[in-house]
């Protein structure tokens, strides 16, 4: 049995605690960039009550569909205090998702970032009797690995919907079929199930179970549901059925086996059918082969229905909804389909014929059975791409969901947003559709790095996989991200103290330098041809003048350039250092590593290591004092420390603070006081983000009891100059947040009043590995790292077929008339040339 902890989440009130330091009541809001941003794994609909559905994120929780179309948050308590180890905020990797059928304000999520050892802590199933609001918690006896290969798959955790005491769990890594009968509080291991991952060859760490789907016809209210569905990750023997309410199992025979997995096992209930979409990966990121399958339970006949025959399929399925509603209406996603764009079918016959959201009318000429509306994120296309065939359906979808209460209604989750719309019947009759996006309220960005320098706009932000933005309003989404050159993932950005118009930002690009360089705040940019392509991005600092950009790339030693001259090897500084450049004296830049502190007063070509930080074994930030030369403050594992002197000695800040992560300055109250430092510390032995306006004498805590941003080193911190009091928070999953003191002026009439002279230092140095847990396109996702790549092949690639990408091992030559072409960092694929 699972040990049955029944902690309350997310009640406690810290206004109340016993905590030394004071705390200041704030008031939260998400940085609105409206399209989501990251991968959406799940989208599930309660099929007993209206309006009622969630998404979960792999890196951001879940979230609740509100009748505007907007999603709530439902796990914005998570904090440092459980799960801060390697930059994971535990609770956010959602690998399954549960609405009670019965009672339908209950909801359960499997939670768990990792299952390897990059999340130390064993998974939990966090249930809730009010739709989310509030949480109890089961920790189970095995990780949970929301981030994890074939994250997509499920739903692996189910509600027995005439017994709704009743749930199964499906496990990763070997540890079984796992059930509960008192609503989730307390679980046993289903020792009849007795398929074993060791059979499955097709991860290191397997993906253990993929769903399980009850059959509601076969049972009655108020009785355990007899007939249980389970698909699992294995390429031969996938799908298991029980009759009995899970006593004994046996395989469903007649099963096809081509080697590919299961992904979705959707019921159409009032067909005694059920539809299975599978492919040859587990996905996110891949699939080259597949099929679509229904399995007449009153027959028991298998029945291929995929709606591109395995002869000439280069992607398999994901995504599989059915109409509730409509019998025999049903959808299916290609779970990627790179080039030239996703496809979704919809069949009104079960699966006989499909018709397509686009198709082919002579190469090049697409049909598009669908309008485009992206107003919620316009950022969603890139305006400056001259890509023949822009990427509008999406990829990654293993999400897909027809409202059980609307057939108009429909919604699926792709790699960076969830789209869907309101008049999907429109497909069967003008065969032509309004696609929307509709994720206003996701945030799920892996945020970098956040600035707002002096006569600047609102914000800049640089993000994981989406590039960054220039934001002019907080509470609307940008129209574009930064572009020309443009970055998936960006690394680092900085500006200029004594021209803060200057800006650099370095990130990933596969044709352009990986640094650029603005004049106007970031509005345009130039390459800065002191890089190329092949520069590995990172975190940079900016002179105080804008005339020399100092680089720490991701890996490789650090690398400085004057006026864009070529960048030279900086051999003096050590790789992976915490960087700043002085914010008023041109020539001089910061370093810090390994607890020790270095200083470079000739533009970053050498530096000096100056003074070691106590007994500290980490640097974790430098920052130094907006209008003041030589005023540096250092954040360490044990501390944070202050200079007046250039670093020449320090000074560790006493009154109880014993370890440090991101922070940064903003607006003193009046001209003659210090900056306020807010940041990521802990104080008194609390771990929570905190201001001070007494360079450290006194604390008080400004993130609560449903704002806890999750590990306090993931985050990225930096405070506004222009609004005192105003504070940016960028998480790794959950996108950017605003905070101001509660009762001060709403934030666009502060901003408007602003009247400082004085600015503030980059945020750019929170560990570039951390920050990318993953979840979009341009990703090179951590988690792959855990798949067992099979030996670099020499074959060549079939036509359509992959060619490359980031942890791709397969053939990367084409057949003779086919070239290799990047669609993204991690994909490459063999096209007609
Ligand atoms: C962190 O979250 C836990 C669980 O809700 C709560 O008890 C604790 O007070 C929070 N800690 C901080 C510092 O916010
Ligand atoms: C659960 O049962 C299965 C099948 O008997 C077994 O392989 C697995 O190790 C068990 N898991 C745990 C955590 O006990
Ligand atoms: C299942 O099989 C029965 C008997 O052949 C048939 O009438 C029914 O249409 C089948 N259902 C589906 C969804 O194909
Ligand atoms: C897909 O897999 C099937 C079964 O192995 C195989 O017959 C078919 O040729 C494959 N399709 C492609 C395009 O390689
Ligand atoms: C579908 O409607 C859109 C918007 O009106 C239009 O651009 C598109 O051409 C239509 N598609 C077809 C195939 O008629
Ligand atoms: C900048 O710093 C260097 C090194 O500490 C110092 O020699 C120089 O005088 C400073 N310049 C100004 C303008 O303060």
Not at 1 to 11: K, Q
Not at 628 to 654: C, E, K, M, P, R
Not at 755 to 776: D, G, M, N, R, V
Request: proline content about 5%.
């Amino acid at each position: 049995m699972a040990r049955a902890t029944a902690t309350a989440l997310f009640v406690a009130s810290l206004m109340n605690s016993a905590y030394s330091a004071a705390s200041q009541a704030y008031t939260w809001k998400n940085v609105v960039t409206g399209g989501g941003g990251g991968f959406v794994p799940g989208i599930v609909f309660n099929p007993s009550a209206q309006g009622v559905a969630y998404i979960r994120t792999d890196i951001g929780g879940p979230y609740r569909l509100n009748s505007d179309d907007t999603w709530t948050p439902l796990l914005d308590g998570v904090n440092n205090s459980n799960w801060q180890v390697r930059a994971v905020a535990h609770d956010w990797g959602i690998d399954a998702l549960a609405t009670d059928p019965v009672d339908t304000e209950r909801l359960y999520v499997a939670v768990g970032m990792y299952t390897n050892e990059w999340d130390p802590n064993p998974g939990s199933i966090l249930r809730s009797t009010d739709k989310g609001d509030t949480w109890d918690e089961t920790v189970l006896p095995f990780k949970v690995g929301g981030n994890m290969p074939g994250r997509g798959v499920g739903e692996r955790l189910a509600v027995d919907p005439n017994d709704n005491s009743i749930l199964f769990f499906g496990a990763r890594s070997g540890h079984g079929l796992w059930k509960s009968t008192d609503y989730g509080v307390t679980w046993s291991n289903v020792t009849s199930f007795t398929w074993t991952d060791a059979s499955s060859t097709y991860t290191s760490d397997p993906v253990g179970i993929a769903w399980v789907t009850f059959d509601s016809t076969s049972g009655s209210e108020g009785s355990p549901t007899p007939r249980i569905f389970v698909g699992v990750v294995d390429t031969e023997e996938s799908v298991f059925k029980s009759e009995d309410g899970g006593a004994t199992w046996s395989w469903v025979s007649g099963e096809p086996m081509y080697g590919f997995l299961p992904h979705k096992g959707v019921l159409s209930p009032a067909e005694q059918t059920l539809y299975i979409s599978y492919s040859n990966g587990a996905g996110p990121y891949d699939g080259t082969n597949g099929t679509v399958h229904k399995y007449n339970i009153s027959t028991g006949v298998w029945t291929d229905i995929s709606p591109t025959s395995m002869a000439s399929t280069y992607y398999g399925y994901g995504g599989l909804a059915v109409d509730l509603q409509v019998p025999g209406t049903i959808m299916v996603a290609a779970l990627n389909c790179w080039w030239p764009d996703e496809l979704i079918w919809r069949s009104l016959d079960s699966g006989e014929t499909w018709s397509p959201i686009w198709d082919w009318n002579g190469y090049p000429n697409i049909n598009y059975y669908y309008d485009y509306d992206i107003s919620n994120a316009p950022w969603l296309q890139d305006d400056t791409s001259s890509a023949e065939f822009p990427v509008r359906v999406g990829w990654m979808v293993e999400a897909l969901a027809i409202d059980p209460f609307d057939s108009n209604h429909w919604l699926y989750g792709t790699g960076e947003t969830i789209y869907g719309g309101h008049d999907l019947l429109k497909w069967d009759s003008a065969h032509n559709i309004t696609l929307e996006s509709l994720a206003v309220g996701v945030e799920e960005m892996a945020v970098i790095g956040l600035i707002a320098p002096p006569g600047g706009p609102e914000l800049l932000s640089v993000v994981g996989d989406d590039g960054g933005f220039y934001h002019t309003d907080l509470d609307t989404a940008p129209e574009q991200a930064f572009h020309s050159p443009t970055y998936g993932s960006t690394n680092g950005i900085d500006y200029a103290g004594n021209n803060p118009a200057y800006i650099v930002r370095a990130g990933a690009s596969s044709t352009l330098p990986t640094v650029s360089l603005s004049t106007n705040f970031g509005l345009t940019w130039s390459a800065d041809y002191a890089a190329s392509s092949s520069t590995v991005p990172g975190s940079v600092a900016l002179s105080a003048n804008g005339d020399t950009v100092l680089l720490v790339p991701t890996s490789g030693s650090p690398l400085v350039s004057t006026y864009s001259s070529t960048f030279s090897t900086v051999s003096t500084l050590p790789s992976g250092a915490a960087i700043a450049s002085d914010k008023s004296n041109n020539t001089v830049f910061y370093g810090g590593s390994a607890g020790s502190f270095y200083i470079s007063t000739n533009s970053g070509v050498s530096f000096t290591k100056t003074v070691s930080l106590g007994s500290s074994t980490a640097v974790n930030a430098i920052r130094v004092h907006p209008s003041v030369a030589g005023d540096v403050w250092v954040s360490t594992d044990i501390g944070l420390w202050h200079s007046t002197n250039y670093g020449s000695s320090f000074t560790q800040i006493g009154s109880g603070c014993t370890a440090g992560w991101s922070f940064g300055f903003g607006k003193a109250l009046t001209t003659s006081s210090y900056p306020v430092l807010f940041g990521f510390f802990t104080v008194d032995g609390v771990t929570a983000l905190y201001k001070t306006e007494d360079e450290g004498t006194n604390w008080e805590m400004i993130s609560d009891a449903s704002h806890g941003f999750g590990a306090a080193s993931a985050n990225v911190v930096n405070g506004d100059l222009n609004n005192y009091g105003r504070v940016f928070v960028g998480t790794n999953g959950r996108g950017i947040w605003y905070g101001v003191p509660s009762g001060s002026l709403p934030a666009s009439t502060a901003a408007s009043t602003k009247t400082s002279t004085t600015h503030t230092s980059s945020t750019t140095t929170i560990p570039t590995t951390l920050a990318t847990a993953s979840s979009s396109k341009t990703s090179s996702s951590s988690s792959t790292t855990t798949t067992t790549a099979s030996s670099t092949s020499t074959a060549t690639a079939s036509p359509y077929g992959q060619c490359g990408g980031s942890g791709y091992t397969g053939p990367t030559t084409c057949p003779s008339g086919w070239t290799c072409s990047a669609e993204n960092s991690y994909y490459s694929q063999c096209v007609q040339s």
